[in-house]
């Protein structure tokens, strides 16, 4: 079983009082990076629970010294990130109603933000986005709501770069996307431009 999966399993059985869903809770940021007037990539940001991210310290913190060294951030992006790649990075982008099948992740790096881990890296747009012209949007989730992942606001997802005046994103909830027998509706981030 790939290290993620453990690590969630891990939380799922962990002895408290009545667990429920979600186990682990992400809030997600995204820069929808811009070059030559069309989006190039998302530079996204996972911010893990203070639990969770206490679990991913204790079991990647090799020389206990309370910070993730160069090598045990290669060692947590071989085991409790690089699975994720199955499903999209749990980020679910489209142009138009084409689904964006995205390249190998790149830039991933793992930071401390007060008490929690953050993960961050780009995904590359297989070729660049005019949203003048296609419909762009993506959303963040994983299928089972073990892990609850959200916009925690209107201002989680930015724009920067050429051309990204005049756009903006917009976020709302994604009927089309929800998870969990239905229960549970993600939210979408849609490019609109003037």
């Given amino acids: 079983m790939k290290r993620f999966a453990v690590l969630v399993l891990t939380a799922l059985t962990a002895p408290t009082a009545a667990m429920a869903h979600p186990h682990v809770m992400v809030d997600v940021h995204a820069l929808v990076e811009f070059k030559d007037g069309k989006a190039v990539s998302l530079f996204m940001g996972w911010t893990f ?52 099948k995205w390249p190998d992740v790149t830039n991933f790096k793992v930071m401390a933000v007060k008490d929690s881990l953050l993960y961050a890296f780009r995904l590359n747009f297989p070729q660049p ?6 419909a762009l949007s993506f959303t963040t989730y994983e299928e089972t709501f073990y892990i609850d992942m959200d916009f925690p606001n209107d201002k989680a997802v930015s724009l920067t770069g050429e051309g990204s005046q005049g756009c903006k994103a917009v976020i709302a909830p994604d009927p089309a996307s929800a998870i969990y027998g239905g229960a549970v509706i993600p ?5 609109t431009c003037d």
Wanted: glycine letters at 4%.
């Fill in 187 to 191: 939210k979408r981030a849609t490019i």
């Fill in 49 to 100: 629970d203070p639990v969770f991210s206490s679990s991913l310290l204790a079991d990647f913190d090799a020389d206990k010294n309370g910070r993730l060294d160069p090598g045990e951030v290669k060692a947590l992006e071989a085991e409790a990130f690089r699975d994720t790649r199955e499903q999209s990075h749990f980020t679910y982008a489209r142009i138009g109603d084409t689904p964006v």
């Fill in 129 to 134: 986005v005019d949203p003048r012209k296609a």
